[in-house]
T-cell receptor, first 108, second 114 residues
Framework: GIQVEQSPPDLILQEGANSTLRCNFS?????LQWFHQNPWGQLINLFY???GTKQNGRLSATTVATERYSLLYISSSQTTDSGVYFC??????????FGPGTRLSVLP | GAGVSQSPRYKVAKRGQDVALRCDPI?????LFWYQQALGQGPEFLTY????????KSGLPSDRFFAERPEGSVSTLKIQRTQQEDSAVYLC????????????FGPGTRLTVT
């Protein structure tokens, strides 16, 4: 089955810093989503982005499907950005495969 | 509108007990998915419904796990004779129609087996 890798596994930032999270996947996909799992465990949809670039406030994402990777950019980070960021992909199998996540800690 | 809801939010079961976890998808969503998330890991797929049809149950870890969606809306995940290794968060998600559409997740049910 498809393999999903995320880097870095852990990231510590000072409030106000920028960061880039990466997701690599091993096969073509028809769905890719980025999620933020908050400290209460809720998975919050950030982007539905099987290809192209999207922006939402301080967050933006780019997926280069032909090269099998996606990037999530966080600018001017805030303490509320802390949590785990997951990339999940579907390669025509009707279900998601999640990456292992990037754990982000933003310090005040 | 309302998102995906799950109940109960927390469940403690003694080893050997049966449990039933409920998921209410977003109204009008044809597809429903169940995932299991162990502590410190990403969610892992369990099973998938298209309306009332269970199209994929390849992720169910054993025959003690059973899921149903009899009327194509609410779904129940049942675990029989719970074991300690079943302790995890069980997440439900729904989408308009299949895996190529955006999936929306519920808050999860945290199951602890003692």
């Amino acid at each position: 089955g498809i393999q999903v890798e995320q880097s870095p596994p852990d990231l510590i930032l000072q409030e106000g810093a920028n960061s880039t999270l990466r997701c690599n996947f091993s096969d073509s996909v028809n769905n890719l989503q980025w999620f933020h799992q908050n400290p209460w465990g809720q998975l919050i949809n950030l982007f539905y982005i099987p290809s192209g670039t999207k922006q939402n406030g301080r967050l933006s994402a780019t997926t280069v499907a032909t090269e099998r990777y996606s990037l999530l950019y966080i600018s001017s980070s805030q303490t509320t950005d802390s949590g785990v960021y997951f990339c999940a992909v579907d390669n025509y199998g009707q279900n998601f495969v999640f990456g292992p996540g990037t754990r982000l800690s933003v310090l005040p | 509108g309302a998102g995906v809801s799950q109940s109960p939010r927390y469940k403690v079961a003694k080893r050997g007990q049966d449990v039933a976890l409920r998921c209410d998808p977003i109204s009008g969503h044809v597809s429903l998915f169940w995932y299991q998330q162990a502590l410190g890991q990403g969610p892992e797929f369990l099973t998938y419904f298209q309306n009332e049809a269970q199209l994929d149950k390849s992720g169910l870890p054993s025959d003690r796990f059973f899921a149903e969606r009899p009327e194509g809306s609410v779904s129940t995940l049942k675990i029989q004779r719970t074991q300690q290794e079943d302790s995890a968060v069980y997440l439900c998600a729904s989408s308009l129609n299949g895996g190529s559409y955006e999936q929306y997740f519920g808050p999860g049910t945290r199951l602890t087996v003692t």
